[in-house]
Every structure is written in C-alpha cells, then in structure tokens.
C-alpha cells in the first residue's frame, strides 16, 4: 500500500498516487524490509526537481514497474528538504559508489539501511551507455539472491568508510563563560593572548590570500562567476569576497571585482527573473542564458544579503575594483579582454527591491513565514514543461510591445536586448547593463508582460517551512531594511521571528513546519546555527531584547547538542523514536533503525565545506562569534576560533567551498568590530545608526540603547546615562573614545 497520501511533504504527496507502493523513510519501512528480507529502493528528491518530475512521469508511473518493485524491494520515498541527514549520508554513498550524484537519488540498500548500489536518473529505456531503470531492478535483484554475500561485504565495508568523518571540525570546549560586567573583555588582553591572536590572524590572512589567487584562476572573465556550466550562484564564496574587499589585504580589490563581476552577471542574465523578481537555481550554460527554472528560498535568503552587503561595500567606497577588472565606473584594463562590469548600486538596490517584492507576493505564507520553493516545471494539461512560465517567443513579446504602444521598430530593439531570438522562445536575457534608454523601453514594456504572464500557468509551490531558510531570510530582510531603509521589511522580518519562536520551538527548534505545525525531525546543525544568527540580526536592527535572549538560548542548546568529544555534529546525539520533534514521533536524524544499523552514519558529522549555503560549522562559527563579541565570552570566542582553525587547509584543498568559514576568519581578523550606539532616540542617534549600517566592516555587531535604566545585553554595560547620542567603537580588546557624529563614526568603522 502506497502510505504517502497523508504525508505533509509536497514532495511526497506528488507521489502518493503512483503505482509504487511507496513508504515513508520510517522505522516501517525498515521493518518490512526485515521481514521479508528483501532489499530497499530509496528514491530521494524534492517537490521543485525536474529531474525527478521526469522519472516519476517515465518510470513511477509504469505499472509494471510498480508491481515489480513491489515483489522484490520495499520501495522508501524521501524529501531531500525535510530529511536532510538521510540526503547526505546517501549522496556520500551514491559519490562513492557511482562517482556523482544528484537528484532524483536512487539507492539499494540493504534491510539494515546500508547502500550496496546507487546512481540518480535512470531513463526508461538504455541510454548513452546506461541502462534502463527497469534493467538496473533486475540486475540488482539478481544480485541480492544470488551473490547475496558479496552485496553484504560491499555495504558493510562502504558504511565503514563512510562511518569516519571525511574532514573532522575539532571545537576546543573551555570552561563556561565568565560574567565579565562591566570589565566585558578584559581578561582575554593579555601580551599571551594578543601574539596567540596575531599568529592565528596571519595564518587567517595567508588562507584568505590562497583563496582569492585560486578563484582567480578559476574566475569566467567573459561570462562571470566561476568554472563553466552548469553555473550555480557561489553564494558563500561571495560573502568571503566581500568581507576580503573591505580588508586592508593587498588583494582587497581582486576580491572586490570578482564579487561585483559575478553579482553583474546573475542580476543581468536570464538567472535573475527581470519580470518578477527572484533568482533561479542555477544556469544551465556557462554565459548564465538558460536557467534551471526552480526558484528555492535558500538560494534567494543567500543572494539578497549579498547584493546588501554589495551596496554597502560599492557605496562605501570598494578597493579600487578597477585595478584588475572593469570597474564599478566602467573601462576595461590593458591586456584583458572586454568582461563583465561590475554590478552597479543603483541595479543593486533595484535587484533587491524586486526580490523582496517577489519574496512578500508568492512565497510569504499566512503567518508570516515562506515556503520552500516554487517548482522547475509548469504542468500543462497534465504535463511538465520546464520553464515555460518563464520563457517568450518572439510573437509573445511584439503583441506585450504593441499593448505597451511601444511600436515596431522599438519591439525589435526590445527583442534583442532581452535575448527573444525569432524562432523558439527563451527567457529574458540581457546579458549586460542595459543603457538608460534601454532601461526606459524596458519598463515601458514591463507593465504589458507582467500582464501577459499573470493569464499563465505558474508552477507550483512547496509551502513547507524550513527553520533555517527561514532564519536565513530573516536576518537578510532585517539588514535589507536597514540598509535601504524599508521600515515594512523589517516589521516582515519580526513577524517571522514571532511564526518560528512559536511554531518551531517547543524547548528543541523543529526543523519542519506545514500549515503552521512543526512536525518532522528535531532541527539540525544548520538550523539552530541560522536561526541563532537570524535572531542576532533581527536583534541589531529592532533592540527588542526578547530577540537577543532567544538567540541565547539557540546559542547554548547548539554548544550542547552539536559539539561532542570536540568534534562538531550535524544532528544531535540523542536520537531515537521520542525526539523527532514536539509534534511528530518521525525518527530523530541518527536514531532508529537505520541510523542504528549505520546507514546514517555518513550524515554523523558535519562538513565544513559550503554547498548552496554557507556550512552548519561556519553558520555556528558566525553565532559564536557574533555571540562573544555582544557579551564578551571568551569561551564562544575560542570555541569559533578553533572552528576556523582549519581554514589555511580548507583554503588550500576548495576554497569556492570554504567562503562561508572563511567569512568567519575574516570577522574574527577584524576584530569583530563591537558597535554600541547610545543616547536618546531622534534625528541625530538615527544619523549614528545610519552611518553604521552602511558600513562594509565584516561581522560587526550593532546595539542600540536609550541609555535608561539597566542595560539590556553586556556590550551597554556602562554606557548609559548619555544626554546626547554617541557611539563606541572597540575591536580586538581595546575601544576608542566615543563620538557624536556620523563623520567621526565612519572614520572608526573605516
């Protein structure tokens, strides 16, 4: 019997229908598979995957199939998004076992939850040299009854190996944090502590200098962003970037113009919805013309605080970008051939306007928190079309020219600059700044595409809610708000602090929410990590204190959930039936029987190194940095130290996949800067908090007070009783002298 209709996975109800008897990924499942001694099909994907949208169409849905999965396998479904320990301790297997991956996943394992064979899409029929998904059932039948002991031997000798972590994250655990008071910091000054922390901000600088000379050598200067396709958007690698351009590094401006060269690309290519707002997964083509079409809030949450953070470092001044690459003010360098130009603030700011209002019109849910994703496919009279919302034929985009009046010859101008190709349709693909003339046809046109496209089918949308894209997205439209100051994006962001803190806590954070009910497994590393950033951040821009206190708790259940024998964990360690979260009784991530067995073993420890978003371990690095910097732990401070102390090694072997720890190193090498603004609310604090939030210093930390009565976080202590506001600047353990003005404010932060 297929057990996947009352599921509150979208992905698994788009199953729930197939002639497979599919099984949730549950202690069931597993049992079954005991019972009758039979291997396992484990299909992982998610609800906006068009891969997986094409073999349920060509496979899940053959009868024949079905039946013969239901003879010989127990056949597990699983959302990669809502089980992310099970998609990664499976992908390792699937790398190890088939040297790729991706989604849709297929994996064999055995009753006791080992992988013995696995690959991705399997087409119905054989295929460039690989067979079809019906030969691949066979042939693995075939070889559980009767080389049973050699499938046995290859599973448990590929669980041991996957049982070890591939790169281990030591946290040095110190004795609990002092109340310093009022003497916030000053038993860390010492001569000891001040040479310790010079060495490790060289060894810091050195891996940062690594980094940035090997993206450029792996930088598309023609296109923009790195490597060739399939392109995906280098979030974290960008934030490292940034945060490398505001330092005083001799490679400050190469940072800076890689940074602003691959944001120009996104923003101006087909990646980049120009209608609607909002960036697609990834591009298909290495010039960023052809995207795969989904639209997945974490890739969103990742992108727009880097176009913020590109506004403010472009708008503060950036390391002269124009020394190696077309600068913010054009022009190209002697020997290099015509690139991309940098992304200007201007398209900056209206790159951000647009994603938010997409962000607020088609992913905010009721309640206030945003769904997962929107999917790749648009189904038509019951059949997938990836794209075609999104994409226009040439006779599509005269009739919108000739409804916006714009004439025939400005229509044929508007086709090629938006890359409408005659024959076929395409998206909308500038490929370049458009002039201001350009920019005027555009949004001429805009109001008569809009329309059109609004009479279309539009894909669907996974209204799940993960904790972490979530937080993500929370601490991004809270400094949005500030930066550009939109007050509406912050009142958005509180009021998804509120769903989360009261959906998504109940004493442990859920990982998981469906129409504002946390079931699901309990939150992971990534989760309490964001989250606890997320509230820091929506705490510097609000000072509502029940923020800062929340983000506390995160903080201390991170430290004593996910560090163990100084080894940092993905999930927690108390796994089992009873702590899959407040409202479920799903399998915690590592109990029950596949975790028990070793199955999930892979998916123990956590990987240092970044995919679409920044790493668990550099999301916790940041939490405890930031942490440390508001209340002067010296225990977070050496705890996010010694996360960051394999970054030279990190920097060495991937650096595009340690942006995220190597974003850390580079707030801890500045200090980080400790802003406290206080004084009595009016024109002239709001000038001081102002200056601050348009400034590029990497991880500074922001608190603002009235100065009345006690202080509300460690970082005021002692700074009230002002008549007239002033700022104090500290930074590796010394503070400067207060200022009133913004001048004198931003000649500190600079």
């Known amino acids: 019997m297929n057990r996947l209709a009352g599921e509150p996975s979208a992905y698994l109800r788009q199953h729930a229908h197939n002639p497979v008897d599919w099984q949730p990924f549950d202690d069931a499942a597993f049992a079954e598979a005991v019972a009758r001694d039979v291997p396992i099909f484990l299909s992982v994907g998610y609800a906006a995957c068009h891969w997986c949208h094409v073999m349920a169409g060509e496979s899940f849905q053959d009868p024949a199939i079905g039946a013969y999965l239901l003879q010989h396998f127990v056949s597990i479904k699983v959302d990669r998004e809502e089980r992310p320990d099970v998609d990664d301790a499976y992908m390792a297997a699937t790398q190890a076992l088939s040297g790729q991956g991706g989604w849709p996943m297929s994996v064999f394992l055995t009753p006791a939850g080992k992988a013995f064979y696995a690959g991705t899409y399997f087409a119905p029929e054989p295929r460039s040299g690989q067979p079809s998904f019906r030969q691949v059932l066979t042939a693995v039948q075939e070889a559980w009854t009767e080389r049973r002991d050699l499938v046995e031997e290859t599973a448990s000798d590929l669980a041991a190996s996957l049982s070890q972590p591939l790169w281990q994250v030591r946290a040095t655990v110190l004795s609990p944090a002092v109340d310093l008071g009022n003497e916030r910091g000053t038993e860390r000054g010492t001569e000891r502590e001040s040479e310790r922390g010079t060495a490790r901000s060289s060894e810091w600088a050195a891996a940062a200098e690594l980094a940035v000379s090997a993206m450029v050598q792996a930088e598309d200067r023609v296109h923009g962003g790195f490597g060739q396709a399939p392109k995906f958007p280098p979030t974290p690698a960008l934030e490292f ?197 350009e920019q005027a046809v555009f949004e001429q046109l805009k109001p008569a595409l809009l329309a059109a496209r609004a009479d279309r089918v539009m894909p669907a949308r996974d209204d799940k809610v993960v904790a972490s894209w979530n937080a993500m997205l929370m601490g991004a439209l809270a400094e949005a708000a500030m930066v550009l100051e939109e007050p509406s994006w912050l009142r958005a962001a509180a009021k998804l602090g509120e769903y989360l803190m009261q959906v998504h806590w109940d004493g442990q954070l859920s990982r998981v929410s469906h129409d504002g009910h946390a079931r699901g497994i309990k939150g992971l590393l990534e989760d309490y990590a964001a989250c606890a950033n997320g509230y820091l951040t929506l705490y510097a821009a609000t000072g509502d204190t029940r923020w800062f206190d929340f983000a506390g708790e995160l903080v201390g259940a991170a430290e004593r959930d996910f560090i163990a024998d100084g080894i940092v964990l993905n999930h927690a360690e108390s796994g089992g039936p009873e702590s899959g979260g407040p409202a479920s009784g799903a399998p915690a991530s590592g109990g029950s029987v596949a975790g028990s067995a070793g199955g999930l073993q892979g998916s123990r420890f956590a990987d240092p190194f970044d995919n679409a978003t920044a790493s668990g371990v550099a999301l916790l690095a940041q939490a405890f940095t930031s942490w440390a910097a508001y209340t002067g732990s010296a225990h977070h401070r050496e705890l996010a130290e010694s996360m960051v102390a394999g970054v030279p090694e990190l920097a060495r072997r991937a650096p595009r996949s340690a942006g995220g720890l190597l974003s850390v190193a580079a707030a801890l090498a500045a200090g980080p800067v400790e802003l406290a603004v206080v004084g009595p609310a009016g024109a002239d604090r709001a000038a001081l908090v102002r200056t601050a939030w348009e400034s590029a210093v990497p991880g500074m930390v922001i608190a603002v007070w009235d100065g009345d009565g006690e202080a509300p976080v460690p970082l005021l202590v002692g700074r009230g009783g002002a008549h007239t506001p002033l700022a104090f600047v500290c930074r590796n353990f010394s503070c400067a002298l207060p200022v009133s003005t913004p001048g004198e404010l931003l000649a500190l932060l600079t």
């Open 241 to 437: 970037l940034m945060r490398h351009a505001a330092s005083a590094s001799p490679s400050a401006h190469v940072a800076c113009g890689m940074a602003g060269r691959t944001l120009g690309a996104m923003v101006r290519s087909a990646v980049f919805d120009r209608l609607g707002g909002g960036f697609a997964r990834y591009s298909v083509s290495a010039d960023w013309s052809e995207p795969h079409y989904e639209k997945m809030l974490y890739d969103n949450a990742g992108l727009l605080p880097a176009l913020v953070h590109w506004i403010r470092l472009a708008g503060s001044g950036a390391p002269d970008a124009g020394r190696d690459a077309p600068s913010i003010r054009g022009g190209v360098p002697l020997g290099l051939p015509p690139g991309v130009a940098p992304l200007g603030v201007a398209e900056a700011r209206d790159a951000v306007r647009a994603t938010v209002s997409w962000l607020m019109a088609e992913m905010r849910l009721p309640g206030g928190a945003f769904a997962s994703s929107l999917d790749a496919d648009t189904v038509i009279d019951g059949l997938h079309y990836e794209g075609a919302s999104y994409r226009w034929t040439r006779a599509e985009l005269d009739a919108a020219a000739a409804t916006a009046a714009l004439g025939p010859e400005l229509a044929a101008e508007a086709a090629v600059m938006l890359g409408v190709a005659p024959v076929g349709s395409h998206p909308l693909h500038a490929g370049r700044a458009l002039t201001e003339a």
